[in-house]
């Protein structure tokens, strides 16, 4: 290869791997919620997209008509999400614990609900939430990125951070491991365990929210904007394994740098065959995902 | 289109705005004796299916893309790459243009996506691989905009080439005129056109709706007027068939030009190469005796 083929090639590469990383991020972002959601209720919040297109629209809605300001609206975007989360726990997902075929039909009304409900506030148009300073570019030698490329990268890796935080170094994250563990058992040693279901939906929405908040101002604020993240995100945590924290986030950015690149050389069209293709293979060598630990019993 | 055909029992059926559910209507129209006049949709073999009851007002993507594949030829714009719908007006637009262009005119990359996404880089990174000097944008207002934009801030400076939704002051509303200067596009209506017809529809458009009027607006009023036309030359307001047999010989001066039927009942109406300035107006480049300044496009 001739050493202009290698420089446009190695461009091509670098361009898509912080591409790659930037969805991917937002893919760890919805994993994280909703691999936390399963880890100590055992639900699987299929309606989990709807609350990242919240965060979209949430977040358009407070800079646009209440702030004018974006970090700020990102944060009461995440505290709206918090608290939403809570009453879904409350109100609908806490009946439905380990009850697999019913939180499938709940998800999906709620999904239903979401996004018809979105084209009744906002209109059946996508929105454009305008924020100049996360449009500005930063030059990487003769590539160029919006900042909002590292912001969501960089807001994505505190995230995780905090969330290590709180789960490792709190009384309180201390209990919500506890009762992922063992959830009976938590409750014979005074853990209140609605109290931790609550909290845990809360975090998991507001990480949602978040990355709503993030994803919109790059693109659009639309009613399907979270599909495509909750395919990745539940994608992420089946590769990652269903249950593990560090499975998500290694799952999330695999996928999201796997399907950047994977368009170096295959036709973009494609892009998803190749990202399920991997999970494929992955869980025919190891059903229970590559950081689950397998249990005596399991396939 | 089956419920207007067998419930309503309509006479006409004006519109679709999408060439696969148009396809999907065209047999419906043919089994009820229907005429079907389309005036937004552009997959070209819409009209080709010898469905004798199908009439297509506005120009197929075929038509659209002769005027721009001369402009590709005459700049020397090689190599040329495409990022378009996956669907019948991407794939028919993509192989359309190919066929037309000058065989010295290479294709870069060509890069399909699903309605509803958002994400061009992968198709930006490929385009830059491919030193393409300009870039096709095969779909409309929503995506188009968004692709200009990853397309400009990743730094590419590739002549921009779209459709003929993307030449008007609604689609200024979603980019800034930074991205647009010097993007050209095919046109079947140059709202600011200094033609005496689309000049009129234009003010009374503006009067009775408070924006700028553009294409899809006149080729619909153009298809609704024709239908009324046509009844009037058939003598019949309810009689499917000879409402069919009078469009297939009418002849009629619209608003987006003159209009009258082929074999395949495919009006021919004019086409127009328009192209953004750096203050957020247009400028008719094509045809040659229309060449205007900026603001007149």
């Known amino acids: 290869m001739p050493a202009s083929g290698i420089r446009f090639a190695v461009t091509a590469l670098l361009e898509q791997i912080v591409n790659g990383m930037m969805m991917g991020a937002i893919y760890v972002l919805v994993a994280l919620g909703m691999v936390l959601i399963f880890g100590v209720m055992e639900v699987l919040n299929f309606a989990h997209g709807v609350l990242f297109m919240a965060g979209g629209y949430l977040c358009d809605v407070f800079v646009v008509h209440a702030t004018g300001s974006y970090p700020l609206a990102v944060v009461l975007t995440m505290v709206t999400l918090a608290i939403v989360g809570m009453a879904l726990e409350r109100t609908v997902f806490r009946r439905l614990r380990v009850n697999l075929p019913m939180q499938i039909v709940a998800s999906l009304g709620l999904i239903l609900i979401a996004e018809n409900g979105a084209v009744l506030l906002f209109g059946p148009s996508a929105l454009q939430l305008s924020v100049p300073s996360v449009r500005s570019l930063v030059r990487v030698g003769e590539l160029s990125f919006t900042v909002q490329h590292f912001i969501i990268v960089g807001a994505t890796v505190v995230s995780i951070g905090a969330l290590h935080v709180f789960l490792h170094h709190t009384r309180f994250g201390t209990a919500l491991r506890a009762t992922s563990q063992n959830a009976e058992a938590a409750r014979v040693i005074g853990i209140d365990s609605a109290s931790i279901y609550r909290i845990t939906f809360a975090v998991a929405c507001a990480l949602a929210g978040l990355g709503g908040a993030l994803l919109g101002p790059l693109f659009l604020i639309s009613p399907q904007m979270g599909d495509l993240p909750l395919l990745k995100g539940l994608t992420a945590i089946v590769l990652g394994g269903m249950a593990s924290i560090p499975g998500a986030i290694v799952g999330g950015f695999a996928i999201g740098i796997v399907e950047a690149v994977s368009t170096l050389f295959i036709a973009t069209e494609y892009r998803d065959m190749v990202v399920f293709t991997v999970l494929i293979a992955i869980l025919l060598m190891r059903p229970w995902g590559l950081f689950s630990v397998r249990v005596r019993g399991d396939a | ?297």
């Open chain 2, 1 to 297: 289109m089956q419920r207007l055909a067998s419930i309503d029992h309509v006479p006409v059926v004006l519109g679709e705005v999408c060439s696969p559910a148009a396809a999907a209507e065209a047999p419906v129209a043919s089994d009820y004796s229907i005429p079907l006049i389309l005036t937004v949709p552009t997959a070209p073999d819409l009209t080709k299916q010898g469905n004798s009851f199908l009439f297509r007002v506005n120009a197929d993507t075929d038509q659209l893309n002769e005027a721009l594949a001369a402009y590709v030829g005459e700049r020397h714009l090689s190599p040329l790459s495409f990022i378009a719908w996956n669907n019948d007006a991407g794939r028919g637009g993509v192989n359309g243009m190919k066929a037309l262009l000058p065989k010295d005119i290479a294709i870069g990359y060509v890069g399909y996506f699903d309605v509803g996404a958002v994400d061009f880089s992968s198709d930006v990174t490929n385009i830059r691989k491919s030193g393409a000097r300009a870039v096709m944008l095969l779909m409309d207002e929503e995506p188009g905009a968004l692709a200009i934009r990853q397309i400009r801030d990743a730094g590419l400076d590739s002549q921009l080439m779209g459709t003929l939704a993307m030449g008007s002051d609604r689609f200024l509303t979603r980019l800034d005129a930074k991205y647009l200067d010097g993007m050209v596009q095919y046109s079947a209506f140059p709202p600011s056109a200094p033609l005496p017809r689309i000049q009129e529809f234009g003010k009374a458009y503006r009067a009775r709706f408070g924006e700028e009027a553009h294409g899809f607006a006149a080729q619909s009023y153009d298809g609704l007027l024709l239908a009324v036309k046509a009844m009037q030359a058939a003598g019949t307001a309810t009689d499917g068939a000879a409402i069919q047999k009078a469009l297939s010989g009418i002849s009629f001066d619209g608003v987006v030009g003159h209009i009258q039927f082929d074999g395949d009942n495919q009006a021919k109406p004019p086409v127009y190469i328009t192209q953004w300035c750096k203050d957020g107006t247009r400028k008719i480049d094509f045809p040659a005796n229309l060449k205007s300044e900026c603001g007149a496009g």
